[in-house]
C-alpha cells in the first residue's frame, strides 16, 4: 500500500515561465521513481542532441518546436507526446517559445 501523500499540480502550464532568453528547467515532483521536470524554451534555444539513462517521455504543452528522436524528425506542438527507452538519442529545438514536461521513468520501464 502506497502511503506517500499524493502530488498536485492543478495546471502544469502554469508551473512554467518563458523566459526571453534561455532555457529555463525545474523539477516539480520526484517520488516514486518518477521524476517530473518542467522545461520552458525561449523562441530559437535548443539542447542539442544527447541521450538519458532512464526511459523517459516528452509531452509538448504549449509552443511549437522540432523534434529529433532516434534519428526522426518530427514537428512538435501541443500535445505531442513521446516515449523514449532510455539511451535514446534526442534533442529540442523550439521554434516559438515552447514548454515541455518531462518524465523520467524508473529503469526498467
Partial sequence: MDTASPVIIPDLLAEATVPQRGILSQ???????????IFAFAAGEALA?????RPAIMHVLSGEG???????????GPGTWVRMPRDCRHSVTATTPLVMALYLLPIGD
Avoid at 27 to 37: A, F
Avoid at 66 to 76: D, H, R, T
Fill in 27 to 37: 523539477t516539480l515532483s520526484n517520488t516514486g521513481g518518477i521524476e517530473l521536470v
Fill in 66 to 76: 522540432e523534434l529529433s528522436v532516434a534519428g526522426q524528425a518530427l514537428a512538435a
Fill in 49 to 53: 542532441e544527447h541521450t538519458s539513462a
